[in-house]
């Protein structure tokens, strides 16, 4: 059943011009099919501007890739926790290695999303900057090992220990929060050894958002979940 | 009639609690509404997750408050010129105080808009910067002295020379520049006082979102253009 | 005996107009002078452009007020580990309240400095962004409250548990870090609670650097250590 | 004769490890060697932490990599157009394309620059933005193409328009302000070049500071001044 909580899967939709104007809308209501069809939980991250449509139009867990640690108020350009909530969000993406924070705004962003409701997934580079987002209390943390963002690499072949070493850290500090699998992932294989990893899930891109037959991708990665 | 390019009037809703939800939509038919009994050009300027939904259901031009100078493609948390136009916005501010850029990033982020069709006004401090930003060959410059911003003092008792300086600056580098003033605009005086320093229109904020009765203050405020 | 390493009491002398030319090496041999005099080891935290001047004339540990996370490079306008041990400084702030830097930046300028012998002094506003820079495994924490900075309020009247509570989640991620407390030090007697409370020394700056007399005003805030 | 307040010439520093410690000083007074024995007004640009030993020992004027566009004051980290002058420098880059700066900030400090007697040198990238730093009225302007940044391709070969191009631009604004050529100077031949185009200098990076024999390379391309 889809957790709307804390999806096991999130497909970051990015700046891609796959997702511009109602092309949005579609990816995210062939999330929703595969997560149906499969009983998986898969969360979309649509870009800002397309968050209020999808989360009026279709039945699945709708992140913001980022949230501005604003109070609501004279906040030109910014998009508080609460103007999220409003627009349908469940939860958010903090501290993406495209939109990184400040260590004090991504404590003040954890706190903010937490008094609105709103899921925190935080996105880390290594195991000791998870192990310190952890002890900010967010719902979920993302870990992309630099070295495989946007590469051919798979996670699991090259760096199996980021994960492991990741989720033991992670635990040492609060064994509630969640750890996904942020970059590397390139097969259904590859998600089922970071879940055997300790792994919760994992944070999706390009794969999916690129790809000639996004269902059949989304289908194939999420088949061992 | 309403000039959906370069209105008179842009409505900054800024990211108040008071357009939370549904009622950055009802704000956007306010301000129609006065812009239809009055003749008046006013465009509005929604949080992100709002443009979408205001662009498709009020006639009024939409602005957004931001824009990122990136290119489609992996940029998590970044909304570029495609996404706007996608989601209906007819145009962007673009280094507000509450949101300032690089230089460079202006220079491209009005390049990135004027490809996509979108009207640009680019925002200001003195005469100085102002004729920096004229350079760059926006639609529009919002000059906002900072002195002025948030206060209570009218700019054309304070400080008519800012306004004045600001269009005798921008105009000796293009002269089909139009300039607003976006700071200390408190009454209809004020606006039309502006108006006969030269300046094209006026970029609104809080006078009019946190206000009581917006249309009362907004038609006031638009009575002599 | 003055610790070159983790001096108790560091003296951040900021951009004051007070540490402008010559001042700043003037400073440094006051605080010298106290340290020598008391036996507390006595930081000083110059302006970049003064640690040279210092470290070689001044016989006390000298820190930057920032240190940039790049590796040596095309880096123009940026201090790298490399160079201010070159200059030679014994250690650097890290994420100062008014230098904040995003949190894989401290992760990554941590490290920099450990592999080039510099002790890293990492900033922090909370009992939570305090547990969260301890991850990351610095020699010290120094705490800044932010409701404490510039005030006139003593942050062991005020706050007492901010100390404590740092102290407590610093020592269960990694009990080797020492513990500053960064705001609200007014007097000697400031500093002998905030031992009390657990905290290793303090971060002092306009109290000393603004003072009619630094010689008496150090003296007095150094005089139960 | 050594212009003092505008050479023709300035050599970045940059923050490569073949200026850490002594060796800024070194090349500094390989520098002053040449232009001396030239009579080419040559400028230094050392990391902020070697501006006052070479302003105190050599007889070249030295030009910070990078000024804040902060007032003194309580402002950890940052360096001052005071802090500047009082170790020595004679003037500063502003916005080198590895330091850029918000368009409002860029203003205040040169506006701050002047106050304090340092000559300014904005650093742009295309002809536009060059434009619109001359309203700021810098001493200097140095354009640095971003495709010929570090790249082996040289400027009079691949792009001569540039250079013709922004000193046409800067001078329509203020033909006070001179244009350094900033990027793609491979050889006495391109510097020579670059002046025929309108240029009135120079600002080199790496040919000069890390090459083998800096003496050689740095007389072969200031032999047509």
Redesign the interface.
């Given at each position: 059943m889809t957790d709307l909580r804390t999806p096991a899967v999130i497909v970051?939709f990015?700046?891609?011009?796959e997702?511009?104007?109602?092309k949005a809308l579609r990816l995210a209501q062939t999330c929703q099919e595969v997560a149906e069809r499969t009983g998986v939980g898969i969360g979309v991250c649509p870009?800002?501007?397309?968050?209020?449509?999808i989360a009026s139009a279709v039945d699945v867990p709708v992140f913001a890739?980022?949230v501005?640690p604003?109070k609501?108020?004279?906040?030109?350009?910014?998009?508080?926790a609460?103007?999220?909530?409003?627009?349908g969000a469940a939860g958010t993406?903090i501290?993406?290695?495209?939109?990184?924070?400040?260590?004090?705004?991504?404590?003040a962003a954890v706190d903010m999303c937490r008094s609105n409701q709103l899921t925190t997934v935080v996105c880390?580079?290594?195991a000791?900057?998870s192990?310190?987002?952890?002890?900010?209390?967010p719902d979920l943390i993302a870990v992309e090992p630099p070295e495989l963002i946007?590469g051919d690499i798979s996670v699991t072949d090259a760096q199996p220990e980021v994960i492991e070493n990741t989720v033991t850290?992670v635990r040492r500090?609060d064994d509630g929060i969640k750890v996904l699998c942020g970059a590397g992932i390139k097969t259904g294989r590859d998600v089922k050894r970071a879940v055997e990893l300790g792994a919760y899930g994992v944070l999706l891109?390009?794969g999916v958002v690129k790809a000639a037959d996004p269902v059949a991708v989304l289908a194939d990665l999420v088949q061992y979940l």
């Open positions: 970051n990015k700046a891609y011009s997702v511009e104007g109602d870009p800002a501007t397309a968050i209020a449509k890739q980022h501005d604003c609501p108020g004279a906040a030109t350009g910014r998009l508080t609460q103007l999220l909530r409003g627009a993406l501290n993406h290695s495209e939109r990184r924070l400040r260590l004090a705004d991504i404590g880390t580079d290594t000791s900057t192990a310190a987002a952890a002890s900010l209390r946007g850290a500090i891109a390009s």
